[in-house]
């Protein structure tokens, strides 16, 4: 497995075409000084395309939103992947998943995946999702918290 450690100088990926990672571990990304996406995808912004992670961890990675991934109106496709230790300041402690005005729908599919150990300061502390589709495959979300609603999943 390919290790990255931003080392908290940023976010590891931003990703606005189809991409696939493969057998990555994405450690300490910070997009809170970031101009590019407001903030948002400690570890991965995600603005477009269809984004697939195989065999993938992230983990303590920080943002407003999505202290792992932020998606905006786009595909995420997570197989055999951990987010864990992941923070954000406002919603998704690990992924965080929003419709656009390109495409109204996010998708996110779990297969075999683990959300453990997020925190989110507002809603969502594993998964925070507004106008997005969950599909959930022998997937876990445990142990994750948030100071208003969805320790777990916040489903809007």
């Known amino acids: 497995q390919v290790r990255i450690d931003a080392s908290g100088n940023g976010r590891h990926f931003f990703v606005q075409a189809d991409c696939t990672l493969l057998g990555l571990r994405l450690r300490k990304g910070d997009a809170s000084g970031s101009a590019i996406?407001?903030?948002d995808g400690?570890?991965?912004l995600h603005d477009g395309g269809l984004l697939t992670l195989r065999?993938?961890?992230i983990q303590t990675s920080s943002a407003?939103?999505?202290g792992g991934i932020s998606t905006n109106g786009s595909t995420l496709d997570l197989v055999r992947s951990k987010?864990?230790?992941c923070t954000?300041?406002?919603r998704g402690g690990a992924i965080h998943m929003a419709g656009?005005?390109?495409q109204a729908i996010s998708l996110l599919y779990l297969t075999d995946c683990t959300i453990t150990d997020n925190d989110a300061g507002m809603d969502g502390g594993g998964i925070h999702m507004t106008d997005s589709p969950l599909n959930a495959v022998r997937s876990e979300v445990h142990d994750n918290k948030s100071s208003g609603d969805g320790g777990g999943v916040c489903v809007l």
């Open 42 to 44: 400690g570890a991965i």
């Open 88 to 90: 954000a300041t406002a």
């Open 55 to 57: 065999d993938c961890i």
């Open 83 to 85: 987010i864990h230790s």
């Open 37 to 39: 996406g407001g903030g």
């Open 64 to 66: 407003q939103s999505g």
């Open 100 to 102: 656009s005005t390109v």
